[in-house]
């Protein structure tokens, strides 16, 4: 039994341009390919259909009369083709897609308003829904379908969670301007504690990564006021209050002119996490933020202390 004949979706679009144009000259035009190619095209086309689709009257290709089904289908397969077009289009610039993700404090203030300029850059029509969580809150946002990630300062252990190791970090000491320590290049945890602390409290995850330089040093984590945002700390320390450990991503947006941040000389690196749910595979909207939050991270754990403020607001 022989094959039934069919046509390619490139035989379909010589045929149209044939037929669009009304001679195999314009429709050469149209594909911007030669005429003997147009010619050899319909040839064989019509030899494997095994009918005729063009009548040749004074050099036009007029449609034949009995081919006008075939015209009819070729018209709207053009259309669906067309249409899927413009949809590929809309969803690359990503039209009348919404973006979720979250991140936790230390990470939103200073390193997600690059990163979703790049996203925002890259995918035009993207709309995007972005959430401060505390850690405790951002099991839920994704359990429950709230959004497709979280940016983390912190991996717990949960079987319906993913974490993707982000960036690594490190802690830095931010003192007043005028604090006896800010014109030092390095201190340690020890010059550190003598000093009126301003914190995190310990308990809290992110706590617990400033609190485990004094710890490990067997050091007293005396914090005299405790807030809960390293943008609230700063703030505190600002005042003159007393001095504070933060890491390296939240301060990358501090102001110069009234605090100063100094190296601390021990081993404070952490990593950060983007968190998702297990078995779930990100859209590439999503994939690409994680991307350019990374490489925002890495681009200020890097960079010397004295560099890091000011740089990428």
Do not use: W
């Amino acid at each position: 039994m022989s094959a039934r004949p069919s046509l390619t979706l490139k035989q379909i679009e010589i045929v149209r341009a044939v037929m669009v144009s009304g001679s195999i000259a314009g429709a050469a035009r149209l594909l911007n390919v030669s005429q003997p190619g147009i010619s050899r095209a319909m040839k064989h086309i019509e030899t494997s259909l095994g009918i005729r689709l063009f009548n040749r009257e004074a050099g036009r290709y007029v449609p034949a009369p009995e081919a006008g089904a075939v015209f009819a289908q070729i018209q709207e397969v053009h259309q669906r083709v067309s249409n899927l077009q413009e949809a590929v289009g809309r969803l690359e610039r990503g039209k009348a897609v919404e973006l979720r993700v979250g991140s936790v404090p230390s990470i939103a203030q200073s390193m997600m308003p690059p990163a979703i300029a790049a996203v925002r850059r890259r995918y035009a029509d993207l709309r995007m829904n972005v959430e401060i969580l505390k850690i405790e809150e951002a099991i839920d946002y994704i359990l429950i379908g709230r959004g497709e990630c979280v940016a983390m300062s912190y991996r717990l252990e949960h079987p319906s969670i993913r974490f993707d190791k982000l960036a690594r970090g490190h802690l830095v000491c931010i003192t007043p301007k005028d604090h006896p320590l800010a014109e030092r290049k390095s201190v340690s945890a020890r010059e550190i504690v003598a000093h009126p602390l301003i914190g995190i409290e310990p308990t809290d995850p992110y706590g617990r990564i400033m609190a485990a330089i004094f710890e490990r040093e067997s050091l007293p984590y005396d914090v005299i006021v405790k807030a809960r945002f390293g943008s609230t700390v700063a703030a505190l320390v600002a005042q003159g209050i007393g001095i504070a450990v933060l890491d390296v991503f939240t301060v990358a947006d501090l102001p110069r002119d009234r605090l100063a941040v100094v190296s601390i000389a021990e081993d404070t690196d952490f990593d950060t996490f983007v968190a998702s749910r297990a078995g779930a595979v990100l859209s590439s909207f999503a994939q690409r933020f994680v991307e350019e939050l990374r490489r925002q991270m890495l681009r200020v754990a890097a960079a010397p202390v004295a560099e890091i403020t000011g740089r990428y607001s």
